[in-house]
Nanobody, 110 residues
Framework: QVQVVESGGGLVQAGGSLRLSCVVSGRISSINVMGWYRQAPGEQRDLVASITSGGSTNYATSVKGRFTISRDAKNTVYLQMNSLKPEDTAVYYC?????WGKGTLVTVSS
């Protein structure tokens, strides 16, 4: 069994910052790619950023230059979100292989 748990969401004003964390635990042989996705009300779930075990990163165009994904040596991945905009408001989900967390809500007020 694998558990994926996100934390760090909240309410922030436009221009502010938040740092999300995602911890993966359980029966894990190796962690290759981990990713952050987000889903706004009425919208589909889209990739925000991903990172490989080698540190290669990929970002959605809308967050490039504002968001940074990173990971530690164990099982935690982070998403540093700066210069937040109201359109960043969404539930943010962490994904590891076929496993999803329950999400953490980020609300950016104008």
């Amino acid at each position: 069994q694998v558990q994926v748990v996100e934390s760090g969401g909240g309410l922030v004003q436009a221009g502010g910052s938040l740092r999300l964390s995602c911890v993966v635990s359980g029966r894990i042989s190796s962690i290759n790619v981990m990713g952050w996705y987000r889903q706004a009300p009425g919208e589909q779930r889209d990739l925000v950023a991903s990172i490989t075990s080698g540190g290669s990163t990929n970002y959605a165009t809308s967050v490039k230059g504002r968001f940074t994904i990173s990971r530690d040596a164990k099982n935690t991945v982070y998403l540093q979100m700066n210069s937040l905009k109201p359109e960043d408001t969404a539930v943010y989900y962490c994904k590891f292989q076929a496993y999803w967390g329950k999400g953490t809500l980020v609300t950016v007020s104008s």
